[in-house]
Nanobody
Framework: QVQLVESGGGLVQPGGSLRLSCAAS????????MGWFRQAPGMERDFVAA????????DYADSVKGRFTISRDNTKNTVYLQMNSLKPEDTAVYYC???????????????WGQGTQVTVSS
């Protein structure tokens, strides 16, 4: 069992940056693929990024590639999402998740956090 708690969301102006953190409980953090999804109001939840066990391989949605960076620190049981050059369309609730497959589909992830709100607005 893995419990996930996101933090770092908030209000930021277009062009600004935020770093989301996701702290995981449990002893097997380094065994899991970690990912981020997001859900805007009235929309489906979409894949944002994922990272493998060692942190050596990452995958990004086309909409965030070049602007967002996912990373992890297995010594701290934490995964991060650095978000730069934020746009109003990045406004959403961002969810951290853990799973066994490196995939862009929700079914690949077994554990989910409660989400953190990111609002990009002037």
């Amino acid at each position: 069992q893995v419990q996930l708690v996101e933090s770092g969301g908030g209000l930021v102006q277009p062009g600004g940056s935020l770093r989301l953190s996701c702290a995981a409980s449990g002893r097997a953090f380094s065994n899991y693929i970690m990912g981020w999804f997001r859900q805007a109001p009235g929309m489906e939840r979409d894949f944002v990024a994922a990272i493998n066990w060692s942190g050596g391989r990452a995958d990004y949605a086309d909409s965030v590639k070049g602007r967002f960076t996912i990373s992890r620190d297995n010594t701290k049981n934490t995964v991060y999402l650095q978000m730069n050059s934020l746009k109003p369309e990045d406004t959403a609730v961002y969810y951290c998740n853990a799973g066994r497959l490196m995939a862009r589909r929700e079914y690949a992830y077994d554990f989910w956090g409660q989400g953190t709100q990111v609002t990009v607005s002037s």
